[in-house]
């Protein structure tokens, strides 16, 4: 079912972009990559929107005042959220369901990527079940996995002197953390728990796909790479860039919010 | 807020799951390899070597001991001309030589940077080992490089090589056969063929090289200068290379039909629908032709393509049938067993399943 529906049409679509750009698989990674976020922009602006009406809500003098004033009762805190929520026209899971639908999205796209690298005799076998009737298969087959300095179907190393230096795997990290950093909303509330852990992500994201890049292969990180740098582009056609965000020692401003009347 | 973060994080974590699950699926799925001496049967299958007596089915021994998911093995191993080591590759990159009574391993050679995906080619002194780095290697016994092909092919290698003597032979899934010198790797020619080629090619009597492709053809080359002799249609994808006996090649195709082309002229000897595709190479014994198909029956077919018989075993065999003795040894994969004995009636003589 999770095959058919989503890993086997990606698979397709990716093939079909590397026979019309002419047999390259890495700038078929990235168009395939542009091509999903494309699709699900009106998701991502939707979470975006979402995510920043709930920072300011966080950070709203009205939010810190009763927390203050309730600061002992966990109970009655909870009850006075749900009504400054309904006040202002805040859904709490509003900003976490766009990410639900794209999760699903990620896991096709990985797939679909490693499925049509078919390193093994096995690997070929399913991708040539999976390809669409339509395509000759035996004319496309194998993929060319030569991208610039990078074989798609192997981890990275750039050898120097004799050492392999993972160079895609430290570029992963550094736009997954530059994209963290700069699309994280700011917050001056310190008992904001959603800042807390944006902040842990924004150290843990980097090392998690850093490690995924290191280890697997070469084609997830032009996957990644792409994704970080569109992911950037899209907050900042948005407007949401906060490129101070990467200054340390960077401060955000109180806001106060707009009762929804 | 805490529900919702908790959810994210969560996500985060079923993304590491599956990507990691994703990419160990990619590491270890092939089918395995097979090949006997007079004692044992050798099966590369995931994560072990096994050798299984070939009197009794019971294993003598495992390589390695304790199973490591970053080492699988799927090329089929082969034995050295005196017996001695047994040669197999992983996927981890390395070629491993072991001996074949202990399983202890003598060496292994660490220079390739890719998998090893079939089979090595030796010779009295030297081990052809071909790689999906698209270089061929010339290994001694004790391991050492001799030499590396002094060009790079234009993909990977999945086939075992050939050789008269002269040359080395092998095919590459950018869809071209080599030739290169046995004494020192240098390309003598090349030629490009209408698909993949994802098995071994096969040496016939008179001078020709014999290669299944993946755009379904058998072609049939001139050893001497690559030209193109002869190409046989097949009905779809030939997976594995050819098998041959005095008077026919016999190839079988994913459609699951089996075909005899004779060796002299043209045209079809006769062919054979069989229930399954085939993506192993037929095993000519005597004078019954063997052919594995992936719905795990076992056909067993006169060399007129006449009084078929078939034995149906549990799971898909999309491994080549090996000879041992008078043995015929199939490993199926996701089945009840490892490995099955058959006689050439058809009849089981034991099985093996790894523990």
């Given amino acids: ?261 | 807020m805490k529900t919702k973060y908790l959810l994210l994080i969560g996500m985060a974590l079923v993304l590491v799951l599956v990507l990691g699950g994703c990419a160990t699926g990619l590491t270890a799925s092939s089918w395995p390899g097979v090949t006997a001496d007079k004692n044992n049967a050798y099966v590369a299958d995931g994560p072990f070597v096994y050798a299984v007596n070939l009197q009794t089915g019971t294993e003598v021994w495992r390589f390695p001991a304790k199973a490591a998911t970053s080492t699988p093995f799927y090329a089929t191993p082969v034995l050295t001309p005196d017996g001695g080591q047994l040669i197999v590759g992983s996927f981890d990159h390395k070629l491993y030589s072991l001996n074949p009574t202990s399983g202890a391993e003598n060496w292994r050679f660490e220079q390739a940077r890719d998998r090893w995906i079939g089979g090595v080619l030796i010779t009295a002194d030297t081990i052809y080992a071909a790689n999906a780095d698209y270089n061929l290697y010339a290994i001694s016994f004790t391991g050492t490089l001799k030499w590396v092909t002094p060009f790079t092919a234009d993909q990977a290698i999945w086939g075992a090589p050939v050789t008269d003597g002269t040359n080395v032979y092998f095919g590459t899934l950018g869809r071209h056969v080599y030739a290169v010198n046995a004494q020192t790797g240098r390309e003598v020619w090349v030629q490009t063929v209408n698909g993949a080629i994802l098995g071994s090619p096969v040496l016939g009597p008179t001078n020709i090289l014999y290669v299944g492709t993946y755009g379904g053809e058998l072609v049939a080359l001139n050893t001497g200068n690559g030209q193109i002799l002869q190409q046989q249609t097949t009905s779809s994808w030939i997976w594995t290379g050819p098998a041959l006996d005095g008077s026919n090649i016999y190839t079988g195709d994913a459609n699951g039909k089996v075909y005899a082309f004779p060796m002299s002229g043209t045209g079809t000897a006769w062919t054979q629908q069989l229930n399954g595709a085939i993506f192993g190479s037929p095993l000519v014994m005597d004078t019954t032709i063997i052919v594995a198909t992936e719905s795990g029956n076992i056909y067993f077919i006169d060399n007129t393509g006449q009084n078929i018989k078939s034995v149906t075993l549990t799971g898909k065999i999309y491994a080549s049938p090996a000879a041992a003795g008078t043995l015929v040894l199939v490993a199926p994969t996701g089945g009840d067993n490892t490995l099955v004995a058959l006689d050439l009636t058809g009849a089981i003589k034991w099985s093996y399943t790894a523990k």
């Fill in chain 1, 1 to 261: 079912m999770w095959e058919t529906i989503i890993v086997d049409p990606f698979t397709n679509v990716l093939l079909l972009i590397y026979k019309l750009i002419g047999g390259n698989f890495g700038i078929a990674i990235i168009l395939f990559t542009i091509l999903i976020r494309v699709i699900t922009h009106p998701l991502m602006a939707a979470q975006i929107k979402s995510s920043t009406k709930m920072t300011q809500f966080q950070q709203s003098k009205q939010w810190q005042d009763i927390q203050k004033k309730y600061k002992g009762d966990k109970e009655k805190l909870a009850q006075e959220q749900m009504n400054l929520y309904k006040e202002l026209g805040i859904s709490p899971f509003a900003s976490c369901l766009p990410s639900v639908i794209q999760i699903p999205l990620i896991f096709g796209l990985y797939q679909s990527i490693m499925r049509a690298l078919a390193a093994s005799p096995a690997q070929l076998l399913i991708l040539s079940r999976v390809v669409y009737s339509f395509f000759p298969i035996s004319n496309l087959v194998p993929l060319n996995s030569q991208f610039l300095w990078m074989n798609l179907g192997q981890p990275e190393r750039v050898y120097m002197f004799g050492y392999g230096i993972p160079l895609l795997a430290i570029i992963v990290a550094l736009t997954t953390y530059v994209q963290s950093k700069v699309t994280m909303p700011a917050s001056t509330n310190p008992g904001d728990q959603g800042a807390m852990m944006n902040k842990m992500m924004a150290l843990y994201m980097p090392l998690l796909l850093g490690y995924f890049a290191l280890t697997f292969a070469s084609g997830l990180s032009i996957y990644f790479i792409t994704g970080n740098l569109i992911g950037i582009a899209q907050y900042a056609l948005l407007g949401k860039v906060n490129w101070r965000a990467i200054i340390p020692g960077y401060k955000p401003e109180t806001t106060v919010l707009a009762r929804n009347k």
